[in-house]
């Protein structure tokens, strides 16, 4: 049994469309699963049900195990969540936040005390841990939430968007120790986002989520390498000769739709074929100004699959995250 | 209570008061503001004391008991106004993915609210002993004040509770003050009940729940022991109280939905 499975999860709200329609899922033990979607997705409405904060409408579930409707408690006991927003008390510090949820999960004494300085040293928050939090910057802020979801040593971690609005220094180190969480600790991590780069960077699988329906789900590599090769963008010294360029690039792959002076083409054997251009283009005097390879990406993946791009799509939806 | 719930609600108010105390900007106008209206209005309406009937010789010792009452307002709209803040943050959140108990959530909060209102009580006592008031039923009287003001936070900080509860947000909680400042007014805070002249005032002063915790308190400062104004006092601040923590409960059930 995997460590999260999910089989047929609906919710329903009130009013409006279904936010998680159907979907079925199964996360492996120490497995990073990437959850990829617009805002409005339903991603975040998937981790409150997996998380037993909200119940599911119909389906069903398994976290570490247990049953998210029936065995709530269980559920809670086995899992560490880091949800959207940093939701930290402002008036109290870094071990204050480690005294309190250590307590509320039955912690106490030498024990709770090692396990706090420990994670605060882990994720560098030893020197800030006496300061109240309202001065902590974003990313401490993050990193905090981090140590707390793993106080009580948690099998199961969920991950909700927690590189969100973070400097790329911060979003990497936090990148580097949820990859070590998974492959020193064997802990399962389930990550929502809509961040490619951090999908691809840190998940074994993903799941991309559409108007709460999964529309495809494997490794980044086999998602990408569905949707197709590796494409060549090049821009000749002289636009005159844009012609010529585009005839020099037939033998070496499908041509793509040109933009402005640039030529491109799909490349029928990937990288190999980048040297083999370039000989060619000085073969015939062709000046290269600009020379672009470019890998699919898992925005390549969604455009495939939804028919638009993941950048930004989300943008206007409305966020159907309830409060708890 | 079993260990782990006793446990739970000690981490909770503990929280609860170190945020109370953190907020100068909320604590300070929930201890000036009842001071000052006393000086005020002891000033203002000192010609009571030439009425017929009016039970003491001081009007400042009369008014005193009201700053009571408005701590007791304040300690709604504090206990609310944090817990709402923690649902739109997100803590509360926080909170529910721990084995945390519903019953201590709502029992810890009132720390905060229990706190602040003895620290008030402190500063109003303090207060009306500078401005020359004296406590006629004495140290034992004193104990008593607080007695009643610890239940008062507790039941007015439990409605705050579950309004922040029921409304998720701030601004909700803040929505009460008026309303619990007009029910104040239309107490007995500035004349007792039978010197109230006009008829419909002093029957609504009659119904009043406000009227029997003010005179309770009154009546230790200005009368000694009146034991039926001093019963009737802490039957209305229980019954505030059961009545705020069952409402307290029933919003909890609607907002934590975790299984």
Known sequence: MGAIEVRGLVREFKKGPRAVDNIDLTVAEGEIYGFLGPNGAGKSTTVLMLTTLLPPTAGTATVAGFDIVKQGPQVRASIGAALQEAALDRFLTGREHIKLQG?????????????????????????????????????????????????????????????????????????????????EDGVTVFLTTQYLEEADALANRVGIIDHGTIVVEGTPDELKAEVGRSSVEIEPHDAARLADLERALAPFGEPMVTRGTRASIRLNEGVGDVAAIVRALDAQGIVVHQLRLREPTLDDVFLEKTGRSLEGSGDNDEDETPSA | ?????????????????????????????????????????????????????????????????????????????????????????????????????????????????????????????????????????????????????????????????AAALRSGNGEAVQGLFPLLFVLLFLSTINLPLDLIPITWFRWVATGNPITYLVDAVRSLIITGWDGPAILAGFLVAFAIAVLGIIGSAAALRGRLQRT
């Open chain 2, 1 to 161: 209570m079993s260990a782990v719930l006793a446990t739970q609600v000690l981490v909770i108010s503990e929280r609860s008061v170190r945020r109370t105390f953190r907020q100068p900007a909320a604590i300070i106008p929930a201890i000036i503001f009842p001071i000052m209206l006393l000086f005020v209005s002891a000033g203002g309406l000192q010609a009571a004391e030439d009425l017929p009937g009016f039970p003491s010789v001081s009007y400042f010792d009369f008014a005193l008991a009201v700053t009571f009452m408005q701590g007791a307002i304040f300690a709604t709209g504090g206990a609310g106004t944090d817990l709402a803040t923690d649902i739109e943050t997100g803590f509360l959140s926080r909170l529910s993915l721990t084995p945390m108990s519903g019953a201590a959530l709502v029992l810890g909060q009132l720390g905060g609210a229990i706190s602040l209102g003895v620290f008030q009580a402190t500063c109003y006592l303090a207060a009306g002993f500078i401005g020359g008031a004296t406590i006629a039923s004495g140290v034992a009287g004193v104990v008593v004040i607080y007695l009643l003001v610890i239940l008062m936070a507790v039941g007015f900080g439990a409605i705050g509770i």
């Open chain 1, 103 to 183: 307590s509320l999960h039955g912690m106490k004494g030498a024990d709770l005390r090692q396990r706090g300085n420990d994670l605060l040293e882990r994720v560098g928050l030893t020197d800030a841990a006496d300061r109240k939090v309202g001065g902590y910057s974003g990313g401490m802020k993050r990193r905090l939430d981090l140590a707390l979801a793993l106080l009580h040593r948690p099998r199961v971690l969920f991950l909700d968007e927690p590189t969100t609005g973070l400097d790329p220094q911060s979003r990497s180190a936090l990148w580097d120790e949820v990859a070590r969480l998974s492959r």
